[in-house]
């Protein structure tokens, strides 16, 4: 069973903000939400992470909902570098990651 | 510092064959993790090595196995290869930390094309 949800695709214009959402609603109070993104030809590629709170770094930023079921990825200004697959990820104590099907960003210039 | 490199970057194998795909982790890295990735299923843990020992193995056949070496250097192998195998193998590694709640990021590599005819 997929433990998270991600729409398939997305589509933004360059230099406006991106928000990436993801369902996570069997969650365990211990896994961290992960976001990671993979550009053509290329491995994955981390973004963000975060248990509770929300997250802010240099890349994105993560915003993680009261009851931790769902969260979402903040591109603040998406440029054509940005065109990638977006995954959304838990990660349990055991350190397994769990990558879902992703969402195919498209950047329009 | 350099990334992860894996070996070979393509490669071609037919039915029944076996392969071996080559993972060196970052200097420091003593964690590494095999991935599965195809356009149907995605991405797929295959499984994780620390210090030598198998720690985690996803749900794949006996077919896939690895090993790690002693300095951290991964090989994953896949014996009576099918139709099925083909798929892009990314290896990841990980700087450990301390404590109960591992948080370090993975670190993949560009991966090893495997197309199996």
């Known amino acids: 069973d997929a433990k998270t949800t991600q729409p398939n695709s997305m589509e933004s214009n360059e230099e406006e903000p991106v928000h990436l959402p993801c369902n996570h609603s069997t969650i365990s109070g211990t896994d961290y939400i992960h976001w990671y993104r993979q550009l053509p030809s290329q491995g994955p590629e981390y973004v963000i992470h975060g248990l509770t709170s929300n997250v802010n770094n240099r890349m994105a930023s993560l915003a993680i909902a009261e009851d931790r079921k769902s969260s979402t990825l903040i591109l603040h200004r998406a440029t054509l570098r940005d065109a990638a697959v977006y995954y959304c990820?838990?990660?349990?104590?055991?350190?397994?990651?769990?990558f879902g099907t992703g969402t195919s960003l498209t950047v329009i210039p | 510092k350099a990334g992860v490199t894996q070996t070979p970057r393509y490669l071609i194998k037919t039915r029944g064959q076996q392969v071996t795909l080559s993972c060196s982790p970052i200097?420091?890295?003593?964690?590494v993790s095999w991935y599965q990735q195809t356009p149907g299923q995605g991405l797929q843990f295959l499984f994780e090595y620390f210090s030598e020992t198998q720690r985690n193995k996803g749900n794949f056949p006996g077919r896939f196995s690895g090993r790690q070496f002693s300095n951290s250097r991964s090989e994953m192998n896949v014996s009576t290869l099918e139709l099925g195998d083909s798929a892009l193998y990314l290896c990841?590694?990980?700087?450990?930390?301390?404590?109960?709640?591992?948080?370090?990021?993975?670190?993949f590599g560009e991966g090893s094309r495997l197309t199996v005819l």
């Open positions: 990841a590694s990980r700087a450990t930390q301390t404590g109960p709640i591992p948080t370090g990021e993975l670190f």
């Open positions: 990820i838990l990660r349990d104590t055991g350190n397994q990651f769990y």
């Open positions: 200097s420091g890295h003593r964690s």
